[in-house]
């Protein structure tokens, strides 16, 4: 395309095939947190670039980085209790933020802190997930029931769930009847929920969950790979506080 400096590229893939949505020739907002975790300049090198400027990149800088850095998205969804907070192909959050750790859990942790959302390190954890998701789920379930949470899951979860050896109690959803999970999360019964969207192939609308977590303000999952990330950053920080480190303690290992 022509572009001297940085452009911001939107993909997406179909059936194995890949799509360029969008390109812009600017920043985006990632980079100014890459330039951090790499400790490269990238906005100062892309404004010498363009303005002509050939830059001498030393080989120093094809390295492996020695830390973990997780960007994490900033949703308004409490400001908007009745949205649904599931995502799609249009933008909704309004920030970024960064958490740096020795390891990946940690560093997905630290994240989800910097959004102002804690992750529990104790309590009782909710799962309900989508068929295509619950063999990823199997060995979340796990980290979650050695790190000493308690288990609750809809009625098709649990029976996986226990199917393969995990110790975990089945609930009602709002349309079986009472007790159900609004309830539980009413009550404070509920410290964190994992919940992958079914979709329109449902009977029955799960996105009163999401937005009863909002509500009560517990900690919501909507994706495997997230949970999976969050029960791994749990378990690492029951296991010991690392020690909060200044960007350029992280870089002088650079």
């Known amino acids: 395309m022509g572009v001297v400096g940085l452009m ?25 947190l890459v330039s951090k975790v790499c400790a490269i300049p990238m906005p100062r090198l892309a404004v010498q670039a363009i303005l002509g400027k050939s830059l001498d990149i030393p080989a120093s800088l094809q390295q492996t980085i020695p830390y973990f850095g997780v960007k994490e998205a900033v949703f308004p969804f409490n400001m908007f209790p009745e949205v649904d907070p599931v995502l799609g192909p249009e933008m909704r959050s309004t920030g970024e933020v960064l958490g740096l750790a020795s390891s990946y ?42 790190s000493g949470f308690k288990l609750l899951a809809t009625s098709g979860t649990a029976a996986f769930l226990q199917q393969h050896g995990v110790d975990v109690v089945s609930v009602q959803k709002m349309h079986e009847g009472r007790p159900n999970i609004a309830d539980l999360l009413k009550n404070g019964e509920i410290h964190l929920v994992i919940n992958t969207p079914i979709g329109k192939q449902s009977l029955h609308d799960d996105s009163y969950i999401r937005k009863t977590a909002i509500r009560y303000k517990v900690p919501y999952i909507t994706t495997a790979a997230a949970a999976q990330a969050a029960a791994l950053g749990i378990a690492e920080r029951i296991q010991g506080r690392e020690l909060i480190k200044s960007l350029q303690e992280y870089h002088v290992k650079l």
């Open 8 to 32: 911001n590229i939107q993909y997406a893939i179909y059936k194995d095939q890949v799509y360029i949505l969008e390109a812009n020739p600017r920043a985006s907002r990632t980079v100014p």
């Open 105 to 146: 859990g940690l560093a997905f942790y630290r994240a989800q802190e910097a959004t102002g959302t804690s992750l529990p390190l104790t309590g009782t954890v909710l799962m309900t997930v989508a068929e295509a998701d619950k063999s990823q789920i199997l060995a979340t379930a796990r980290i979650f029931a050695a």
